[in-house]
Every structure is written in C-alpha cells, then in structure tokens.
C-alpha cells in the first residue's frame, strides 16, 4: 500500500513543472544581475559622458572669455600708450583728453550709426570710455558727447579708490537697448608715464555686453553673471531660481572665493551649477560667471537607456524563459519515461507476485491433493495387485478366468503407472523435484531406451533409424533425462502405423544439443497440435491406444526443468516429428559415473 | 597793440643813455642738480617728468634776463630737428614771436604736436621731403612740451621767454649773456618746469657782472 501511495504522488508534470520553474528562476535571477550591471555601467558610462559634455563646453566656454578678457586687455594697454593720451594728461591739457582719445579709440568705439553694417566683431567693441585721474577719480567728460553715455550712477561705480597699477575688470549691468538687463564688461587700464613709471590715469573702457543667457554652441548651459548679489541670468533668476540665488550667495560670501560647484533643483528639476570668478583680484566688485546645466537631458538619456535596458531584459527574459522551457522537456522526457517505466513495471510486478501468490496456492493445494491422492491410490492397488497373482497361481481356474485375470493384473500396472507419472507431476507442480545435474551421456541413454523398446511386443516389425554421433553429452539428471527419452520413443512406437518407421537423430549446436524423435502413423491435426502437450489429452487418433494423455506433458515439463524444451516440429503426411533441446554438456562427453 | 607800442617808445626813449654806453657782459653759473650716471657712449638729452616736474637730463638751465628791452623786430627762425628718433635739440629756448621748424631728418614720419597751453599745435605727418618745413610761430611766452605721436618716447622742451636776452648754459651751469645795456633787471634761471630762480641786476657801465645761482 506504502507502495501505492508513492506511485500516485510521483507525477511526471510535476516534475517538468518544478524544473521550468526552478530554471527559469535562475535565468531570471542571472538576467536581472546582468541587466543591473549593465544598466548600472552603462548609467555611469551616461553620467561620465555627460560630465564630460559639460566640462569640456564649459571649458570652451571659459579659455572664450579669457581669450577675450586677453585680447581686451591687450588692445587697451595698446591705447593707453597714445602720446596724446599722455600729452593731455601730462601737459595739463584735460580739455584735450576726451576730443584725443575719441580720435585714438575710434577703432575700438562702436559707431552707434554704424552698428548694424560694421562687419568688425561686435564683442571686441566698446561702447563707452572714461579716465580716471591719478586718485580714482572720475574725469568728467563734461559736455563731451563722444565717449558714450552713462548715468551719474554708473560713472560712480566705475570710479575706484585710486588709479589702478594693474588692468582691472570689472562688470556693469546696464538697461539695455531692447529694454532688459545687459553685462558690460569693464576694464580699468592705467596709463603710466613713460618717463617715471608712475600711474598717472586709468582709461576705462566698456565692452560690448557679454552674452547672457543660453550660450551659443552649447546644449543645455545658461550663463549668467552674478553681480552685487544679484543674478543676471533672464529665465531663471526671476522665477522658481530662489534656493540658486540662496546658494549662490552663500557660495560667494568669501570675496576671495575663486569658483565652485553645486547642485540644486530649480522648478523641480537639477541642475549642475558651476560659479567662476570674472575678475580675480579686482578693485571693482566681485563678478562670478555662471552656468546652469539642466541634467534634463541626462534624466531624460537615462530614462532612455531605462527603458531599453528594461525591454533588452524582458526580451533576454523571454529567451531565457523559452530556452528554459525546452529544455526542461528535454530533460525531464527521459526521466518521465523512466518514471513511468519503473511505474508500469512496479504495478505489473504487483499484479504478477498476486498473481503468482493465488496460483502458487492453488498448485500447492492441487499438488498436495495429487500426492495425497497419488499414495492413497498406491496401497489399495498394491492390496489390488497381490490379491490377483494370488489367484491366477491357483489350479482351480478355468483358462476364461485365468485370462480375466491377467487383464485384470495387467490394469493394475497401467494404474501403477499412471500414478507413478501423477505423482511425478504433482512434485514438480510442488516444485519438489530435485535434480541431480551432471554431464549424461545422451547417446548411451537412447541406446538403451531402444534397448527397452525393441523388448516391447509390439515394437515388433517397426523399422529403427538411428543417426547418433557417438558419446554426445548433455547437462541434466541421468533419470528424469532418460525419462524424456522413453516417453517419446513410446508415443513413437504406440502411434506408429504397422512396419512403420522410427527416427532418431540428434547432434550437437553450439551449447545445445537437438534430438529429433520421428514416426510414422497418422498425422495430428492442426486443431489437435495445440493441445497435444495437455495433461490427460489424447488425441482422436488414439482412441484405440492404450494410454493416459500424460506422456507428452510430462516430458514437456521435464525438458523445461532441464533448461530446454520439447516442441512439435511437424505432423503431416503421415510423419509426425518431436524435437528437444538440452543443454550441452561443458567438457568433453564423459562416460556415465553409475547406471540407470 | 597801439599801446604796447607806445609803451615800448617810452622805454626805448629812457633807456637810450645806457644804449649808447658800452654793453655789460653777465656771467655766471647756475648750480644744477646733481646728474645722474654719465652715459658712456651717447650723450643725449632728454626731457624726464618726475611728479609732474619737467626737466632736462642732463641738467640744464635757461638764463634769460628780463627787463624792458628795445631791439629789431625781427627774430631769426630757429629749427628744431627729428633725428634718430629725437628733437635736437632737447631744449630751445626762444624770444617770443619767433618762428620754430622742424625738418623731419629721419627716414620715417614723425608727427610733432603740442597741447601746452602756450602754444597748441599739431603738424601731421610728414617725411623729410616735406616742403616747406612745416614750422610754428611762438607768440606767447611760457614752456611748450614737443611731442611725436608716433613715437610716444620724442619729447622737447621749448621754453619762450619774453626777452631778446636768454641763454641755454653749458653742462656745468655756466652762461654768457652779453650786449647788455645798463639798467636795472631781473636775472632768472629756468631749472625746470617748476623751478625758476631770479636775482635782480644793476647794469652800469662795467664792462662784466658775475650772477651765480646757489
């Protein structure tokens, strides 16, 4: 029962269920661990790049404006080299240093007439010009229209503590022409005496605005300047920038602060935001650029690469699952077979060992009751036997009883006989014979089974063909062997027909050994030939012949016991032809060790 | 002009005695400032501002006498020369109304200008070919600074005195100035753009007045 319950838990689906299942948890698990290294490689790959992106743009940004601020300072020292910049400055001749200067800066001045068609780059322009006296003073242009115009406010922020020793930059925020806010830039040069050395004005030059806003060739950067505490940078200092202008602050409340970098959400998305001093180390108020970079673009890229990561995976996925699943039918067939094998073969071997249980029952009981009835038979006949010998030796009888009695006593050894072979039955049924295996000397054993044939009565006028190698050995029990043997030459010479033939042949093939027992007589017929190895059959031909149908089947089962088999091989035109087959004898044929 | 020419009469008319008598001779020597190193190879002058003081190095002085004084009208033109990319010479001094010309002996141009009060001018540019010399007219007494625009370094001094009696001492400080007439006048020496120092003078008959300036 154990047994049972086992069989009907173990299901081949469930298996191949378990093993999908199991598989396709470990090509998930693998691919979720590559597609996370991956994506997170790939993420940093992104953010490296557009690290980089924005480095080098601002870089470009950057070596632009001090290659501007250079070549600024580079054509304003030029200027300041003027004589006559010097002769009104040296032989007090004030009238003369704004008409001069007009004159000598009229390269550099944007011509407010000819803004629009100068083809000359408009960020090396300036758009107004002052000197400063030998105190930082402003020199008032006066009534002097030419060195374009600032309010008092803006000549007030321009002017510094004293004449510069070295160029000064500094930064303005003008309302501009279109009405908003415009970044000039300011550079402060002095003039020195070229006789002493001495610092003996600054001309003050304004540039053309510096670009705010998006700047040009970039992507995502928005420049601005940061001037004063206040940030020039339209679009986002105005609306949602105030946490920027807060750090920003911070950031810049050390005046010696030279740049930085931080990071801040303006209008609920980052943004990178790099500040640099303009103008190191000058006299004028502190100007830092700076640039606001929208990682927009890179969230944007990531979500991107997200979601191709995500669909590379589920695709992966799909294929893994798939392969997975193929593979564990492929796998799982032969152990399903084999389940289902050893399955069948369990419940036939159930089946058969009940089977084999009732039926060995039943042989047991049918071979006790043979061999209790085999020896209950046996006393009465011996009883039967010796009261009828007793008889027939009296004188008294007349020769019709005495006749009786000798077929009466002639019965009683058929009855011998037939118990003798119901007995013999029974023990093999029982499984109780036993035999003494051992090499036989088939050809002596015929020998003699012709022997005892050629004494028989009616064997007289039957013609006996023998084709016998000599000393032919075979495996077996010398007794139940020669047993096999006389029951077949005695069917061969009961169902023989008068001066008929008897044929024996044997030989040896391979570890067997064949024995061809043929005679002549009617032949059986088809519809017989199956059931002619039945216990207690006798065939229509024998009806006449004295017998008890239970030669053949014993010879059959003793052929089998000894390994072998008896079969019919043929019954036709009137020759019928029995074949068994023994075991070879392993060595040599030997001689009997002890007589039948 | 009527009447500086009537003024100018009176004098002539007072001071006509002492013309007739022999002219004095004014020597003397101004003490300059200590020179800097002596160049070894060129000796050159050249114009130096120092807080705004202009002076000749090496030192010079101009000593000019003043005083009212009759003479000819008429004044000899005077030049001042590029050469080598320098006036030569770095210091004139002029009677007033004397005409200045600066011939261009480079062989680049030069563009000589003044924005000193005295005079204000501005030639152009021109080559050493430029016909006529391009020249000035010194009416108004005072210092003149002569720059190039070309060349920021080219600088002179012309120092117009209103006097026919003026001198440029040497070196060491020494001056001449003869064909004085006896009177009483003021000797003044020009050290630099702020430095003037005078001493008043007697002139009689004598034939030599030393003036020295400490």
């Not at chain 1, 029962?1 to 999908?20: E, T, V, W, Y």
């Not at chain 2, 202009?54 to 003043?66: H, K, T």
Request: glycine share 8%; charged share 20%; with cysteine.
């Amino acid at each position: 029962m154990k047994d049972r319950a086992q069989l009907s838990s173990f299901q081949p689906g469930n298996f191949r269920l378990k093993l999908i299942v199991a598989m396709m948890l470990v090509v998930s698990v693998i691919t979720a661990l590559v597609l996370y290294g991956v994506g997170r490689r790939f993420a940093a790959g992104a953010e490296q790049e557009f690290e980089r992106q924005f480095r080098g743009e601002l870089a470009t940004l950057r070596n632009a404006q001090v290659l501007r601020q250079a070549a600024l300072v580079e054509r304003t020292h030029a200027l300041v080299q003027k004589s006559r910049l010097h002769a009104a400055l040296e032989d007090d001749a004030l009238d003369l240093l704004y008409p001069s200067a007009r004159d000598e800066l009229r390269d550099i001045m944007t011509s407010e007439s000819a803004a629009g068609s100068d083809p000359r780059p408009s960020a090396l322009r300036a758009r107004f010009f002052r000197f400063l006296d030998r105190n930082g003073r402003m020199i008032s242009p006066g009534s002097f229209l030419d060195a374009g115009a600032l309010g008092p406010a803006e000549e007030a922020d321009l002017a510094l503590a004293a004449a510069p020793l070295e160029p000064q930059v500094g930064y303005l925020a003008r309302a501009g022409a279109s009405g908003g806010e415009e970044m000039t830039e300011v550079i402060a040069m002095p003039i020195v005496s070229t006789e002493t050395g001495e610092v003996i004005a600054a001309l003050v030059l304004g540039f053309q605005p510096m670009p705010v806003g998006p700047a040009p060739g970039t992507t995502d950067i928005q420049r601005g300047v940061w001037l004063a505490g206040r940030l020039h940078l339209p679009g986002l200092a105005s609306s949602g920038g105030a946490e920027l202008v807060r750090r920003l602050t911070e950031a810049v409340a050390n005046p010696s602060e030279s740049g930085g970098k931080f990071i801040v959400a303006v209008r609920g998305s980052l943004h990178a935001v790099y500040y640099n001093r303009l103008n190191a180390g000058s006299s004028y108020p502190p100007a830092y650029e700076v640039c606001v970079y929208s990682f927009d673009g890179l969230l944007a890229q990531q979500r991107r690469l997200r979601w191709q990561v995500i669909g590379a995976g589920g695709v992966l996925l799909l294929i893994g699952l798939g392969t997975s699943r193929f593979l564990a039918g492929w796998l799982s067939r032969p152990v399903e077979e084999m389940a289902v094998d050893s399955a069948e073969n369990r419940e036939q071997r159930v089946r058969a060992e009940a089977a084999l249980e009732s039926a060995g029952e039943e042989l047991q009981r049918a071979a006790r009751f043979s061999a209790d009835a085999s020896h209950q038979l046996k006393t009465p006949l011996a009883v039967l036997r010796a009261g009828l010998e007793e008889l027939q030796v009296r004188s008294d009888l007349t020769p019709e009883v005495r006749h009786e009695l000798s077929v009466l006593l002639h019965q009683t050894y058929r009855l011998s006989s037939v118990i003798e072979d119901l007995l013999l039955l029974s023990r093999m049924d029982a499984g109780q014979l036993k035999l003494n295996f051992g090499a036989v000397d088939l050809s002596q054993l015929i020998e003699a089974a012709l022997d005892d044939l050629g004494a028989q009565p009616e064997a007289d006028g039957l013609t006996i063909e023998q084709d016998l190698p000599p000393g032919l050995g075979v495996l077996g029990d010398k007794h139940y062997t020669s047993i096999i043997l006389q029951n077949l030459l005695e069917n061969a010479r009961k169902y023989n027909r008068p001066g008929g033939r008897i044929r024996i042949a044997a030989w040896r093939d391979g570890d067997r050994v064949l024995l061809v027992v043929g005679n002549a007589g009617r032949s059986i017929t088809p519809s017989a030939q199956t059931h002619i190895f039945e216990r207690f059959h006798r065939g229509s031909i024998g009806e006449n012949i004295p017998g008890y149908g239970l030669g053949l089947n014993l010879a059959r089962e003793l052929a089998r016991l000894h390994g072998g088999d008896l079969r019919l091989v043929g019954s036709d035109n009137g020759w019928t032809e029995f074949e068994v087959r023994f075991s070879a004898a392993p060595s040599a044929p030997v001689t009997a060790k002890e007589s039948p | 002009m009527k009447l500086r020419f009537t003024a100018y009469c009176l004098c002539l008319g007072s001071l006509l005695p002492g013309v007739v008598l022999a002219d004095a001779v004014i020597t003397g020597q101004v003490a300059l400032p200590k020179r800097r190193a002596r160049a070894v190879i060129t000796q050159r002058y050249e114009i130096v501002a120092k807080a705004g003081v202009l002076s000749v190095s090496p030192p010079l002085a101009v000593v000019y006498l003043e005083g009212s004084f009759s003479g000819p009208s008429t004044r000899p033109t005077v030049q001042v020369a590029q050469k080598d990319l320098a006036f030569q010479p770095t210091l004139l001094a002029i009677q007033t109304g004397t005409r200045v010309e600066f011939p261009n002996r480079d062989d680049v141009y030069h563009n000589i200008f003044s924005y000193s009060a005295p005079k204000r001018f501005d030639l152009g540019r021109y080559r050493a070919d430029e016909k006529p010399v391009p020249s000035q007219v010194f009416d108004v007494a005072g210092l003149v600074t002569l720059r190039c625009d070309i060349h920021e370094h080219m600088r002179a001094l012309i120092l117009v005195v209103d006097t026919p009696h003026f001198v440029v001492t040497d070196e060491d400080g020494r001056f001449q100035l003869k064909g004085i007439p006896p009177g009483n006048y003021v000797v003044k020496a020009w050290l630099d753009s702020q430095t003037v120092r005078a001493q008043p003078v007697k002139v009689t008959d004598e034939a030599e007045l030393r003036v020295d300036f400490k």
